[in-house]
């Protein structure tokens, strides 16, 4: 979706703030949020794509204002609602009003936890042949879809030279939406700087995304 | 906002909103059992104290010191470190890359906040906000003097956006003057920004 999440190449937003000495965490309920987040993908209630896509959903004015754990916290909460983990009488009460729904890979427990450091696996077996090459010329496609992408506005249209391979991957176009895995080939493309940004862009700039084989056309 | 809030307006406690909102949800969720407290608490106690950039310090020092390791890490990054056992355990799709005299690399999600969190911990606020995500990928040198880095005027500079399950780590270049230094001692020179991309190591002699 066209959402204020993609930020790449917006301008106004003024410097980047680094802190000294950064606190993990800047708040306890900031911990909180992000272990119920981990926790609930863990227990399979919902995949990554779509924690994502319920993240760009939230109204632009709101996504802005919000901290970042406060968005992760108003993703979480609306995913589960929608997809029947809980009701919004239950978070009204603040409490549990009926039994919950069974989860996928069950409650999670400390025995749970070490599985969850290691990131898990998005790679797949490859259903057809990767149809482009290291070394070849390719343009993102100029495509709008409403429902969650990884295709990057400011690419769009734009030719840029297939660098990587990293082999077929969960698609999250359609993972997102719960519309199966579909899984795709998975390429690193750079683009120059000019090319994105025009006359004006640094001439020593180079620019990649890993784009999914749908996202390319041949150049 | 509810009804049901607007009623516990006067007897303000000492949480916010957000905190009230946030026990709420714990509580629906470990009463429907789905969760147990205990487990969320042992997640936050592995990101506060295990995982953090001194994982990906100790990678960066190996690969300084020992050039098989170095050739293999950037060939197929999680192989490499898979090899290392003690330094960190780490997933798929972890791409290195190097930092040389030509080209500068940079890492950034514009979509949202992808990071190689079993090398570096979290990632801290700057990386996952607006400002970082807008202009990393159009004025890196903008950015980079916003850490009071500068680069030759010449030097490649090669932005990473991590729109998939890949995810980057940068390789900086050794410091001069560490001749003979142990893994041990060159990984307190590599910070956190330095396998971002928005910063150098530590030069010997200078405050860490």
């Keep these: ?58 109204p632009p004015h709101v996504y802005l204002s919000s901290s970042y754990y406060k968005k992760w916290f108003l993703g979480l909460e609306e ?40 990131r898990g696996k998005f790679a797949r077996p490859a259903p057809a042949p990767a149809k482009f090459n290291i070394g ?43 519309h199966g895995e579909h899984p795709q080939w998975l390429y690193t493309v750079v683009f120059e700087g000019r090319d994105l940004w025009g006359e004006d862009g640094d001439p020593t700039l180079k620019v990649s995304i890993d784009a999914f084989e749908p996202y390319l056309d041949p150049a | 906002m509810s009804e049901h809030h607007h009623d516990h307006d006067h007897d303000h406690s000492e949480l916010s909103e957000t905190e009230l909102r946030v026990r709420a949800l714990e509580t629906i969720l470990t009463e429907k059992g789905y969760v147990e407290p205990a487990a969320l608490d042992a997640i936050i106690q ?5 995982i953090g950039p001194h ?13 098989a390791f170095k050739k293999a890490l950037l060939e197929d990054g999680s192989k490499a470190i898979g090899t290392l056992g003690h330094v960190s355990r780490v997933g798929d799709h972890l791409v290195v890359v190097e930092n040389t005299p030509e080209r500068h690399n ?19 606020v700057w990386y996952k906000a607006a400002p970082y995500r807008s202009r990393a990928v159009k004025d890196p040198r903008g950015v980079l003097a916003d850490f009071d880095v500068s680069l ?5 500079i090669r932005v990473w956006d991590s729109t998939a399950e890949t ?20 990984a307190e020179l590599v910070t956190r920004d330095s396998m971002i991309g928005t910063g150098f190591p530590r030069t010997p002699g200078a405050p860490s």
């Excluded at chain 1, 204020?4 to 708040?27: L, R, S, T």
């Excluded at chain 2, 940079?106 to 801290?124: A, D, F, I, N």
């Design chain 2, 46 to 50: 592995a990101y506060e104290t295990k």
């Design chain 2, 152 to 156: 030759p005027k010449d030097m490649e």
């Design chain 2, 106 to 124: 940079m890492v950034v999600c514009t979509l949202c906040s992808c990071y190689p969190w079993e090398m570096l911990g979290l990632p801290p």
């Design chain 1, 136 to 178: 070849d010329r390719v343009r993102a496609k100029n495509i709008h879809p409403a429902t969650h992408t990884r295709l990057p506005r400011y690419v769009r249209g734009h030719v840029g030279v297939v660098e990587l391979n990293h082999g077929c991957h969960v698609f999250p176009d359609t993972a997102a939406m719960e």
């Design chain 1, 79 to 118: 995913m589960l609602i929608e997809k029947g983990y809980l009701t919004r009488e239950e978070v009204a009460a603040g409490h549990a009003m009926q039994p919950g729904k069974t989860l996928k890979h069950g409650k999670f427990d400390l025995t749970q936890v070490e599985r969850i450091m290691v």
């Design chain 2, 167 to 186: 995810r980057f780590l940068v390789l900086p270049m050794r410091p001069a003057g560490t001749e003979g230094w142990s893994e041990e001692q060159l």
């Design chain 1, 1 to 58: 979706m066209n959402g204020v999440h993609d930020m790449g190449g917006m301008d106004g937003f003024g410097k980047v703030e680094a802190e000294i000495n950064e606190p993990v965490f800047h708040e306890e309920w900031e911990s909180r949020v992000l272990a119920m987040v981990r926790a609930m993908g863990a227990a399979g209630a919902f995949n990554i794509d779509t924690s994502r896509f319920y993240r760009e959903t939230i």
């Design chain 2, 55 to 67: 994982n990906g310090a100790r990678v960066v020092a190996k690969a300084w010191t020992d050039p």
